[in-house]
């Protein structure tokens, strides 16, 4: 079975400041990773993906994240938050070995920037 | 077309009705994939299509869940003698190929379903 956790209901950061939403996994497997954003009455749009290589990945918007699999993490990132950025984030874990590689999503984590 | 079209985007229906979702995929897309979102939750997948069939139809939740996509394009998800616990938006996604060799899925807006 495959499971995300996002620890945090809401984030809080002022516009400017770095940003860390958090994301553990459990696969039983190789992990496919995602980050996709929820705007109000949208549908949900992707971010970024870790499959393989590069334990850092870059997405759009200046978001990143960073594969640890020692600590089964892949926390999103951005060094300078916007107003904008403000929304419902959601990380998603797929099993690349053999499973079905249909992804699991988590709860999600509301993201708020204060101007 | 130029994305994931579901209708209607709003439905209210009463406890016991039956009703149906569209979906309508990227043109050219072969897979096609539901979730539901729960308030306060994230999508929970449903199932998902290859082609006209469907690959994997574990996450129904139960027989008065059904899909099908009878043209290989657009799928009809539909709930009979629905429950107020169906209350909930359905989302629905396509992609290119299968996810097992993942190039994105695009997501529809969803459609908001509440049953009363």
């Known amino acids: 079975a495959q499971s995300v956790a996002q620890p945090e209901d809401q984030v809080n950061v002022a516009e400017g400041n770095p940003l860390t939403v958090k994301c553990t996994y459990s696969v039983s497997g190789n992990p496919y990773l995602f980050w996709y954003v929820q705007y109000p009455n949208r549908g949900l749009q992707f971010l970024l993906k870790?499959?393989?290589?590069?334990?850092l990945v870059k997405g759009s918007y200046g978001f990143e994240a960073e594969f640890n699999k020692s600590q089964t993490s892949f926390h999103l990132k951005k060094p300078s938050a916007l107003v904008s950025d403000s929304a419902l984030y959601f990380c998603?874990?797929?099993?690349?070995?053999?499973?079905?590689?249909?992804?699991?999503f988590g709860r999600g984590t509301s993201l708020i920037v204060h101007p | 077309g130029a994305g994931v079209s579901q209708t209607p985007s709003n439905k209210v229906t009463e406890k016991g009705k039956y009703v149906e979702l569209r979906c309508d995929p990227i043109s050219g897309h072969t897979a096609l994939y539901w979730y539901r979102q729960s308030l306060g939750q994230g999508p929970e997948f449903l199932i998902y299509f290859q082609g006209t069939g469907a690959a994997d139809d574990s996450g129904l939740p139960n027989d008065r869940f059904f899909a099908v996509r009878p043209e290989g394009s657009v799928s009809t998800l539909k709930i009979q003698r629905t429950e107020r616990g169906d209350s909930a938006v359905y989302l629905c996604?396509?992609?290119?190929?299968?996810?097992?060799?993942?190039?994105?899925?695009?997501f529809g807006s969803g459609t908001r379903l509440t049953v009363v």
């Open positions: 996604a396509s992609s290119l190929t299968g996810p097992e060799l993942w190039n994105g899925y695009t």
């Open positions: 998603a874990v797929s099993d690349a070995s053999g499973g079905s590689y249909i992804p699991t």
């Open positions: 870790y499959i393989t290589g590069d334990n």
